[in-house]
DNA sequence: CTGTTAGCGCTTTCAT
DNA sequence: ATGAAAGCGCTAACAG
């Protein structure tokens, strides 16, 4: 039923070791060799088989990529920008989405472990650390992507989230508000950390008096985002924030969806809001809203070109690749009339 | 350094087909091989190799999904479905991006298949029954996802398209329109072809007179709906259609941003639109887009079911389930005042 | 350049 | 209930 190496072998009258090499090295084969193998391979429909070569050769040639959020636009632009560089080598991508639950975290570690990926991309919830370092004891090299590693014991190729931080609110009290809010969490989480803390610091040493508070959600999502803008549409109008700095895109939307419901559209006149990451849909939402962009693609081929410079050479000393997030200003933080 | 069952076999004094067992079939081992085992294990710190168990079982706890559009949301919420599926299995999802191109549909089907994925899921773009065929020839079921086979050789899980372009467009019909457009292609597409069929049967089967021109584009997406109402906008305004269906809501988001670029905003008053998905960012969008919503998460969860089913039972007879899309009215289909 | 052959680590008989 | 041993399909080392 089943065509293995042997099979095309005896079809093509030549040894396994032949048609091995005809797959493997094809220079150091004859082209009459190459020419009968390949005929027996297309006539019994050979394929090969990969847990017997990576049982030889202890490595397969994926990549295992654990997502923090598959639904996410953004972690879709990392995860393509690490495939288009991953398909430049015959690599192919195994992607598991933890939303943010560290159970499925480990499972995604231990399932990639197990299969002997060639290396590892995480954007990681929480601190796995410990973990991570025994997957590079066993050869697997691991790549951070969309958070530091301050400690520098692995690379990681991210945004600089307290710089993005900083702009957004810099931004916001440039356009004249005073009264800011974070929208975001949950804070356990270093990006979401970082944005709050790049904030902090642009009202603490503004030239001007600004607040700053906090309104937590429970995850970046659209939906927590609705619910922060209910509970500040709760309030009377004199109390709410003038400015809104969501932790990211979706949780923006989602605080754009609530402030604009019933048509009481408060955006930008009454509440500036900016975002994070610049996913597509910003721009083409109610109020295009503006966003702290980061270079998704590039992320993913950064990243995932990194672990292949480090699958190549284990030795190789981890090294942190920051991108600068760049301020897109759309009509959600235009200034008032 | 690598652990193998040998060592752990070694540290715990029992020999290796026991550790196998105490993996495997723990009921058949004494509680104090057990315990042993798995104190060696855990000191050990040892971690099957999956491709030796994988040579030896013939059959991998992966299943592969071959995704037309890895950044079309709708497609994201159907893995997401999946993989809710899969992880209650102890089954991981290994997600080839295709983006609408055949030469990569090879490829991942080429690499499942060296993997010995236990199944694949595809949303298949052109026509490769022939090629999906020798998958199952090979033990490997497949289903297939967004997409019905008529002929019924494998089993499908996907939307009424064709039901979809009919109520699309009988909606927009009930709201007076008269003129209407299609935009969408390539005509490649099943999905495409399907909501057109839907969308005329309605224009000619309607009480009134209206008529439907198509006005096609290369994919689904945001920029070539960008482009296609461009199109749109260049025609003397007594020429434009006075409602669009778009293929799909990338589509349509992009046809309503180049319909309301500086501030035209020709939605719905002149021109009525709707999309297809509904996917959560159409009701975000400058004008809430009205859509044909598709159950996403349950389509995933559904051809995963199905899938592990012809697993367990290869000679099941294929079938074909279908959800009826459901009509979202938002504002961007709203009657003129 | 080609053929022969020894395992890679695991599961699975088959004895015991 | 446990141990011994065969062998899954492949690659790489070696001999020719």
Redesign the interface.
Known sequence: M?VSIRDVAREAGVSVGTVSNVLNKPDEVSADSIARVQAAIDKL?Y??????R??RVGV?S?VGFVVLD??N?FF??V??GA?DEA?RHGI??????TDEDPA?EQ??L??F????VRGVLISPYGDITRRLE?LRE?QIPVVLVDRMNPEGRFSAVATDSVAGGRMAAEHLLAQGRRRLAFVGGPFDMRQVRDRLDGARWAVENADVAASLEVIATDALS?EEGVAAGRRILERPPGQRPDAVFAANDLVA?GV??SLSAGGSLLVPEQIALIGFDDI??A??????ISSMQQPARAIGQTALRILLEEVGDPGLIPRQTVFRPELVARASTRPRP
């Open positions: 089943v429909g394929v090969r088989n990969d847990a017997a990576r049982l397969s994926t598959g639904r636009p879709n632009e995860v393509r495939e398909s192919a991508i195994l992607v598991g989405n499925r499972l995604y231990d399932l472990e197990e299969q002997q025994r066993r659209v939307l754009l969806q597509s849909f721009a083409a939402a109610a109020v295009p």
